[in-house]
């Protein structure tokens, strides 16, 4: 299931980087199954992940020379976060899958 987080990050970042972050990073000595990483602004990366590893996207910008400064999921399989405010939850629809 696809995981989508929107990550602010301090430090510069080259199309190397870019690129071990997409697909050529390992922690704990396990590759990393491949990610999908791209720009949003000039301080802002999208991450979508296939995995779920403890500290993952914070360990992997450290790795490239990034520190991150803010995370948020915004997405679970098809199910969007939308509006729903922090620490609060509710159950599916459904129609709803993830």
């Known amino acids: 299931v696809d995981k989508e987080y929107l990550v602010r990050v301090q430090g510069q970042l080259d199309a190397r980087g870019l690129a071990l972050l997409n697909h050529g990073l390992s922690l704990d ?3 990393l ?3 999908r990483v791209e ?3 000039d301080d802002q990366l999208r991450f979508v992940l296939r995995e779920g ?3 993952q996207i914070r360990r992997m910008c450290e790795l490239v ?3 991150v400064i803010g995370l948020k999921r915004v997405r ?3 199910l969007r976060l939308g509006d729903l405010p922090l620490g609060q939850w ?3 629809r459904p129609d709803e899958r993830f």
Do not use: S, T
């Open 39 to 41: 720009w949003l602004n």
């Open 76 to 78: 679970i399989g098809a």
């Open 90 to 92: 509710r159950f599916l």
């Open 29 to 31: 000595d396990r590759k």
């Open 65 to 67: 020379g990034l520190r």
């Open 33 to 35: 199954k491949p990610a």
């Open 53 to 55: 590893r403890k500290r």
